[in-house]
């Protein structure tokens, strides 16, 4: 689902996903070359701080300066479009999938927006919203899938884009993105995984039935509340915290391990977040289906030991996304490690959707 979609007639435009977000622009770019996809490009640069706080926009200049720079950085010099399919932040977006009695397309207009409005804090007025009827069943119900964002926050990011030179061919909200790079096209509506998009400033979780989304939130646990907890435990800098993260981690959950007994408090509220919110899921919507798997990305999943650990916790599988697992690359490697590749897990379903943009 996306924003703003433009019509194409006639050609295939190259299209690259870009993921705007609180600290941080990273833009990917995939092609298709007969059955096979071929990743042009890739780069992300950092957004000065403040200049996006929770996903609004505060300082334009900067984000617009910033957009461009990474597009003329040596990183980029194989990106070969402005065309872009942008990200929206999910702590603005209202995802939800909603059931109504079984109706038109016409009729069913009407009643979705009345749902719509009443599960939301703000009016219909103040926002721009899409949706789309899902699978039908044999019962008298439909159901439907819906996202809303703010107006204020659309028009704030459509501006940035259109400064930085930029031609927006679609918005797309953060966990439709996600879930198009990590969850298999194939996966059907019975594959029910939590996505946690473990993230610099916080983490969200997506809840996708087989590859869509059925609820989203947002937690403060982020990986930079690990890293200020490993700062302040060993006296570190923040480049020594994210470097002994990554390279040590928790696989050794002995309590005479230093970094381990620094970060466990904040794990432990990440494992209740993470419980909370499988409980709800079972309780108030699918008391007959649980989620089979837990799948981590963002920064702050490249921490060592960390997918044991949770998976310990929760008694759940947990599994390190993969990005790829929809682009059909052939004998070709992935152009980035597993690590990195997190980082990108939005950027490249923007991406995917752009190099199949019009079909």
């Known amino acids: 689902m996306n924003y703003l979609n433009k019509n194409i007639i006639n050609f295939e435009p190259r299209i690259i996903g870009l993921d705007l977000s609180d600290l941080s622009v990273k833009v990917f770019q995939i092609e298709k070359n ?68 079984k109706m038109s397309e016409e009729e069913a207009n009407e009643a979705v927006k ?41 028009d704030s990011w459509m501006e940035v884009l259109t400064l930085a030179g930029l031609d927006v061919y679609g918005l797309e909200v953060e966990s439709i993105a996600t879930i198009r790079s990590l969850i298999d096209n194939n996966a059907s509506r019975g594959e029910t995984a939590l996505i946690v998009d473990l993230g610099a400033r916080r983490t969200n979780f997506i809840i996708a039935e087989g590859v869509i989304p059925f609820f989203t939130s947002s937690v403060p646990f982020s990986s930079e509340s690990i890293n200020d907890a490993i700062i302040k435990k060993l006296n570190l800098s923040s480049a020594e915290a994210e470097k002994i993260k990554i390279n040590n981690g928790i ?63 929760i008694k759940k599988d947990v599994i390190i996304g993969n990005p790829w697992i929809n682009l059909k690359l052939k004998s070709n490697l992935p152009p980035i490690n597993k690590e990195t590749s997190m980082r990108y897990a939005t950027a490249i379903g923007l991406a995917i959707r752009g190099s199949n943009y019009g079909n």
């Open 114 to 154: 009345w749902e719509m409005e009443a599960g939301m804090p703000m009016s219909l007025a103040e926002v721009y919203f899409e949706w789309q009827f899902l699978e039908s069943n044999e019962d008298e119900n439909q159901r439907v899938l819906t996202v809303a964002v703010a107006r204020e926050i659309v």
């Open 251 to 313: 696989e050794n959950t002995k309590k005479t391990n230093p970094i381990f007994a620094a970060v466990k408090p904040s794990l432990e509220n990440l494992v209740v977040e993470i419980i909370k919110t499988i409980d709800f899921y079972g309780e108030m919507f699918k008391q007959d289906q649980s989620i089979n798997k837990i799948i981590l990305c963002g920064g702050g999943s490249s921490m060592k030991g960390l997918p044991e650990y949770l998976e310990k916790r």
């Open 34 to 101: 007969g059955n096979q996809d071929i990743v042009c490009g890739y780069a992300t640069t950092d957004i000065p701080p403040n200049s996006i706080e929770d996903g609004k926009i505060i300082k334009k200049e900067a984000v617009v300066e910033a957009i461009k720079a990474m597009l003329k950085s040596s990183d980029a010099k194989k990106i070969n479009s402005n065309k872009v399919i942008c990200s929206l932040p999910e702590l603005k977006a209202f995802v939800r999938i909603i059931t109504i009695p």
